[in-house]
């Protein structure tokens, strides 16, 4: 079960066995009717898949998690998770804090809407008055840097533009928690740093970070422990640097083996 809440524990994010369970279809039917049929009557041939398996995990104030491995290995999968996208088949997840998710870009905008109405939007889910935001919106708008395109739908916007600007309220928000997957590899090396800049004062602030990434680099200069994570299953844990060594070796152990 999902139990986000807030408290001065020395833990921000605590994860216990946890397992996260999908079922897959293994035939694909012709028709809608034919799937509704096959459901219906218990026909469809199908099998379990634990996208994370038996989990356990402890990330503190102010630390800089990364979480590496391959594809389909289940990152995204646990960064989901901790952020309460999925609430876990198995186990429990505590979260302690205010958490912003930036896990996929374009998630939690409203297409339709302008940048500058999503940003008041995204402000009052996150439980801010009309006021709050008013006085945040020009740094938010400020640090995006897309121009006149802050007042055209967000539909219209590049995956760059949605990057900025997320990441831009997810910051000027005031998080205690940061959960971030692959979304600022779309920004340029200019605006990377910026975020990485905000995010090194985030860490200085005490907050939690939480990474996931395929760039080894960036585990290794912002990260101050990582995962690696193989099937659904935490292999290693420990200094950033370390963890990125091993997830190098893994893979160039599985290029020499293919050849």
């Given at each position: 079960?999902?139990e986000p809440?807030?408290?001065?524990t020395?833990?921000?994010?605590r ?24 459901f ?12 994370v ?10 630390q ?11 990152k ?5 998770v ?11 997840v ?8 930036l896990i ?10 302008t940048?500058?109405?999503?940003i ?6 996150m ?8 006085e ?7 640090f ?7 007042d055209?739908p ?5 995956s ?15 998080p205690q ?6 979304i ?5 090396a ?5 975020c ?11 907050k939690?970070?939480?990474?996931v ?42 290029v020499?083996?293919?050849h």
């Open positions: 079960m999902f809440e807030m408290s001065s020395a833990v921000t994010i994860l216990e066995n946890v397992t996260q369970r999908f079922r897959v279809i293994q035939e694909r039917p012709d028709t809608l009717r034919e799937l509704f049929s096959k219906f009557r218990h026909q469809s041939s199908y099998h379990d898949f634990d996208a398996k038996n989990v356990s995990l402890e990330v503190p104030p102010g800089m998690l990364g979480i590496v491995g391959r594809n389909g290995s289940g995204s999968t646990l960064l989901k901790i952020a309460g996208v999925y609430r876990p088949t198995a186990g429990t505590e979260v302690h804090g205010t958490l912003a998710p996929e870009l374009g998630a939690g905008f409203h297409h339709e809407l940048g500058r109405e999503n008041l939007l995204n402000g009052l889910l439980g801010y008055s009309k006021r709050e935001m008013l945040r919106e020009q740094r938010i708008i400020d995006a840097e897309i121009g006149d395109f802050i055209s967000v539909k219209q916007y590049s760059g533009m949605y990057m900025r600007l997320a990441f831009s309220v997810a910051t000027e928000v005031d928690i940061l959960v971030i997957d692959e600022l590899a779309v920004g340029d200019g605006f990377q740093q910026k990485f800049e905000r995010i090194r004062n985030f860490k200085s602030a005490g939690t970070i939480v990474l990434t395929h760039d080894m680099s960036q585990i290794e200069e912002h990260c101050d422990r990582a995962i690696l994570i193989e099937k659904g299953s935490i292999m290693a844990d420990g200094p950033a640097a370390e963890v990125a060594e091993l997830y190098r070796s893994s893979i160039a152990l599985e020499v083996g293919a």
